[in-house]
């Protein structure tokens, strides 16, 4: 039987402190399930814990490893030293700095207007409402939305640049107050389901919570151009992995990118009842590659 690490946090995890039991990670019980049925056995292991013999896995697939954002050279660290990793090294290192959004809009894509604010750089701000959020991070954590002209935008950044961390500037796209954003959810390189997320950002960060962002949660059909566009993406490098989800916003010039979660994505396997198997498999042939 071939023996899956699941790398998770320890806050994702049932059985964390009171406090943290609202970011349990709800799609790796259905996903240990479905790898069972496929003999694969899987387990679930914090990615930090220094006691666990990752190379006694035949696969470590990344999962929930919310917060690495916080250890980020450690991540990707232990990330680098896997020898069988999905998704693969090179393909987390990539898309968990959201400077790849600037290299995607280079490349041609349809991609949200990003600005890159550097440490020690002067803010530039857009038109209209603007999002701050830091250039690596995750799960909307240290993202706000301020209204034009705000000072606190300019404070954000600051606040972010005094902890070493580029800001990433965008405008708020005020589609995603009624039509939320739209993500979509493959495997194998193939579309499984789409989802609506609500908009995140109208609250203060403290409420936040995982019950919060459950409540912000949907299942939806795909707009074509929607999912043509997340195909467009799924392409070259990022061709045929193993699970992926691309974020994308409704603007006046069409659909475009908000985010391509490759790293540790919630994918929403409870919204479909076929999900689960989906992913069991694409790791299961990984195995046996």
């Known amino acids: 039987m071939s023996r899956v690490a699941l790398a998770t946090s320890r806050f994702a995890l049932a059985g964390a402190t009171p406090s943290l039991q609202a970011h349990v990670d709800v799609d790796s019980p259905l996903l240990v399930a479905e790898l069972s049925r496929l ?37 990707l660290s232990w990330a680098h030293a896997r020898a069988r990793l999905i998704n693969p090294y090179d393909v987390l290192e990539y898309s968990s700095d959201k400077h790849y959004l600037g290299d995607l809009a280079d490349q041609g894509f349809a991609v949200i207007p990003t600005t890159y604010c550097e440490v020690g750089e002067v803010p530039v701000f857009p038109k209209g409402d603007v999002v701050v959020k830091p250039a690596v991070g995750a799960g909307s954590i240290d993202a706000a939305r301020f209204s034009a002209g705000d000072v606190g935008a300019r404070q954000h950044v600051e606040r972010l640049h005094h902890s070493g961390r580029c800001a990433v500037i965008q405008p708020y796209v005020s589609s995603i107050d009624e039509y939320g954003e739209r993500a979509m959810i493959f495997f194998d390189g193939e579309f499984s389901h789409a989802m609506t997320k609500r908009a995140h950002l109208n609250v203060a960060p ?12 949907s299942r939806s059909e795909a707009e074509p151009a929607a999912l043509d566009l997340a195909k467009e993406l ?29 790293v540790e994505p919630n994918l929403f396997l409870p919204y479909d009842d076929r999900a689960a198997a989906r992913c069991a498999r694409a790791i299961q042939r990984r195995c046996a590659q």
């Open 39 to 75: 003999g694969v056995r899987a387990t679930l292991e914090v990615w930090d814990d220094e006691q666990v013999d990752w190379e006694s896995y035949d696969l470590v697939v990344v999962r929930s490893t919310w917060g690495y954002a916080a250890k980020y050279p450690e991540f």
């Open 206 to 217: 403290s409420e936040r919570d995982g019950e919060f962002r459950t409540r912000q949660m």
């Open 234 to 262: 799924l392409t070259g490098p990022f061709a045929g992995l193993a699970y992926g989800r691309v974020d994308v916003v409704y603007t006046p010039d069409g659909w475009q990118l908000m985010e391509l979660e490759l």
